[in-house]
């Protein structure tokens, strides 16, 4: 795939990504903040909004303030560049490789974001079945697991063709 076509495929979905997950972060903020969760589907969807200052499953919460930043800000912002950096560089990444890293690039962004301007990650999903339920989350969550997902099986689905 070529450099160019690489560097606007990821532009424009990691961009398409921060959109979406900023604007659902801002409507759940606004409907949901200080309420109740709700629960839907026999309460295997559950909405509602936090502020995570952790990382997956509130990992780090307890972490210094600082720390926190240097890992969580610092430190995924290192990886997120390193990881567009070398689906660049990289000529075997194709259209579905690179779509998969703007996903992770896009989900990373806006969380990002989010913990630049609040100190957390705002959330307000959660799903699951009786006691078996997921962390609560967001869209960038949702984009960064599908995108990591996708590099994971992309290589086993090629194999099998």
Known sequence: MPLRRKVALILALATI????DLGT???????????PMMHFLGDTLR???????????SLGHAL???????????GVSGVLTLLAGLTLK?????????AAVAAIVGGGIGNLIDRVQLGAVRDFLNLGIGPVRTGIFNVADVAITFGGIALILLPFIRKRR
């Open 17 to 20: 990504v921060v959109a979406v």
């Open 25 to 35: 972060k801002a409507a759940f903020e606004r409907s949901f903040s200080g309420q």
């Open 47 to 57: 909405v509602g909004f936090v502020l995570n200052s952790g990382v997956f499953l």
């Open 64 to 74: 210094e303030p600082q720390t926190r930043f240097w890992l969580f800000v610092v």
């Open 90 to 98: 990289d000529a075997r990444f194709r259209a579905a490789e690179v």
